[in-house]
């Protein structure tokens, strides 16, 4: 591990001991700092953001760098909270300044990320993308453009996990120190982040009101102009928040370039809706076909009976539970998905057929496992299928 590599880890944990023992000079009121909600964030970045630093620290190079980014972007988080019980609620268009010092690093470990032919590439999507979650800080209410904060870390952090699971599934029985860092990474966040949201702000930061004593413009050292909350990954294009944000950090007036709403352009009338969503649950149906592009994390089918799933875009996880007859149909998005099952039979999984043009190739999935004592324990297999 070069000099370089081991000053910034040793910068990261001086920032770390700083931060779980009183606020920063010059940018945390001291007063403020010693309110329970900001006692409470820094136990959470020494105790669970640390272990995620311990373990990057074993691991050294890029993980040990996109790690410090995370590291810092908790710290920026903890001044923008305490500042939040100094500040008056910011208006659309201030919340992109107030915002503008996490903005900055979540942008720097993006680029990061991005494009990288690191060997360590999901490790650097897995943190960039779990960065996100932190933009809950700038919730303003309802018609912000943002979940409740609760909702955001989650869906934030499972966005991520896509490439943390990767991580795991590669070092699952190559490398501890790498199994530890994505474990602690998601614990970070879940349960961490969105218990300490749950408990302490569930509605949001609590911003001053107007007309307080302490009330102050939304302010910050610097005005970086652009908010942009994005995946580590820039092919897809902007959608959610990402696009939200993006549009108000713009720089155009919020009006600019609206448009009178015509019938043809009503949700309830249009035609193409197939928009991703987060996560598809389908309980307790009988003879139900369901079809749809893509979703963020995953899809499950529980309690359920003769189920025809198809997936035409991508889909990182497929959990069958409880089921009996299950056709699922995929596309060559999804062929990397990971399907679990658990007490269910006749499990099916039709994929494009490589010899054939728009032909299915179907593949049963073992219902029945044989196991056998040897070498001093039990090994596992499948019982071996046959198409239909």
Partial sequence: MGE???GRLEAAV???EALSGGARGGLSDTASAQDPPIVAFDDLVASALGRVSAAAGKIGADV????????RAFLVG???LVRTNQTQKPTMESVTTFMGPLNETILEANALAEGTRSIYANHLKAAAGSLAALAWIGYTGKGCGMPLPIAHVEESWQMAEFYSNKVLVEYKNKDPDHVEWAKALKELYVPNLRDYVKRYYPLGPAWQPPGSANNKAPSVPSAPTSL???SASSSHPKSGMSAVFAEISSGKPVTQGLRKVTDDMKSKNRTDKTGKVNNITIDKCIKVGVLFKGVVAAC???NCNSAEVQCEGSVPTISIDNTSGCQLYLSKES?????????????NA????????????EHSLPQQYIHAFKDGQFTTSPVSHSGA
């Fill in 4 to 6: 370089a590599l081991i």
């Fill in 14 to 16: 001086s920032q770390l």
């Fill in 64 to 71: 040990a760098e996109v790690t410090g980014l995370v590291e």
């Fill in 78 to 80: 903890k001044d923008l």
């Fill in 228 to 230: 942009s909350i994005s």
């Fill in 300 to 302: 499950e089918i529980v």
């Fill in 335 to 347: 062929l990397e998905t990971s399907i679990t099952t658990a007490k269910s039979s006749e499990i």
């Fill in 350 to 361: 039709l994929v494009p057929d490589a010899n054939t043009d728009g032909d299915w190739a």
